[in-house]
């Protein structure tokens, strides 16, 4: 259900919060900034454009929300004290992007990776600001997704803070820099956008297990599609 844009700023401005977030892996973000904005994974699939596969993707399709982009209340990987699972590049944005009101927006009730064919959209979503409100504390802030419901096109960075790159501190293959090789094609796909490169900050970490994570948990072979460009040798 469509919610009204000026009354979630409202809301979130009550609340305390400021920004929505974005993570994805380097070559998918690659795909945004090239494109201007932050893309549906169905628009960048029907436009032939490089992303990288996400775990969640059948169930995106199964739920019809392979159109829509989704974006966090709360920075997951500070929220919780480790990586954001979908990616080490995190866009950062003023929630001013709600004044667009040509962007139609839906709250989950919870991440659908978690939904089932049983649930009615009355128990995927928030049907409107005021059952939102209401019901605020009863739902973690992680299972309140905010949803641009089919943009069908990019959803532009006018309202982008910071680009933000994790340093896990790895090194795979002998001699490929993870965190290096991040920054670098980042900062190769905005040399001609400098309003943008200004943007891409790197992490600084505290009391997090992502770089032990990342050393121990997660194969090269991941850590690849995670942090090199689409492209890379």
Known sequence: MKLNNSVLHEILNQKGILHFYHANT???????????????????????????????????????????????????HGFFPRQNL???ILFKFNIDLLLDDNLNIYVTKNNPIYWNLQLSEEEKY????????????????????????????????????EIIVDDPQVIIYENINLYQEALNALKK????????????????????????????QIPHSDLRRLFLPFQHP
């Open 189 to 216: 796909t905005t040399e001609h956008i400098p309003e943008l490169q200004k943007k891409i900050k790197t992490r600084v970490c505290s009391n997090c297990y992502c770089q032990s994570n990342y050393f121990k």
């Open 26 to 76: 380097v070559a998918t973000s690659i795909t945004f900034i090239e494109q201007g904005g932050l893309l549906a994974r169905g628009d960048v699939e029907r436009e032939n454009l490089i992303q990288t596969i996400q775990v969640s993707d059948d169930d995106d399709k199964l739920f019809d929300v392979w159109d829509d982009v989704f974006i966090d209340i709360v920075d997951l």
């Open 86 to 88: 979908y990616g080490p």
């Open 126 to 161: 928030f049907q409107d600001a005021d059952e939102l409100e209401k019901n605020w504390d009863n739902y973690p802030l992680q299972q309140k997704m905010f949803t641009i419901r089919k943009p069908g096109n990019p959803v532009l960075f006018d309202y982008l803070e």
